[in-house]
């Protein structure tokens, strides 16, 4: 489990075909490698991956083509948000994040709100009425409250702290982003439902 408040900014330094996946080695700029272990999972943009192989600057990450196909950023060069998996004893600052990405979204327009911007994102119609307006929402591994929502789109608004620390503020109109619904959501449609074959249950 995740926060989805990301802890350092990290770059995909080589992304080698492995089979049907995929090997990608990242620097992990300013996160502590000391206390992560081959077997630990780490979330880049927002997508729980396990820990292969690390020394002190470097970690590396198997990834299946099933992951590629489903998630965006995971390329050569791409700069990413990294957070290492939740502690029981941690402050949870952001919202409850598992980190497997519910689907891809698309950056809609991006407008300038004093220091702010606010973010209009398109996301999959499948994951439209999860998203609620003062809800939590995760976009490449950060939580994020959503401010407006509509039939395909929602709105968030980034502070100066959130473009500074994470890779949104390097977001352009078009960019496909990791978008994870919140999990509380998925557990009221399987009690309201009771439909065990539901897509996001």
Known sequence: MFTGIVQSLGSVVRFERAGPGARIVID??????????????????????????????????????????????LVANARVNLEKALRANDRLGGHLVTGHVDGVGAVVSIEPVGDNR???????????KYVARKGSVTVHGVS????????????????????AVTNLGALNAG???NIEIDLIARYVERMLTGDPESEHS
């Open 144 to 163: 994020l409250t959503v401010n407006a929502v509509s039939a395909e789109t929602f709105a968030v608004n980034l502070i100066p702290q959130t473009l």
């Open 118 to 128: 606010k973010l209009v994102f398109r996301i999959p119609a499948a994951l439209t």
């Open 175 to 177: 960019d496909p982003v």
């Open 28 to 73: 992990a700029g300013g996160l502590d490698l000391t206390d992560v272990a081959v077997g630990d999972s780490i979330a880049v943009n927002g997508c729980c991956l396990t820990v292969v192989q690390r020394d002190a600057r470097t970690f590396e990450m198997d990834v299946s083509q099933e992951t590629l196909d489903c998630t965006a950023g």
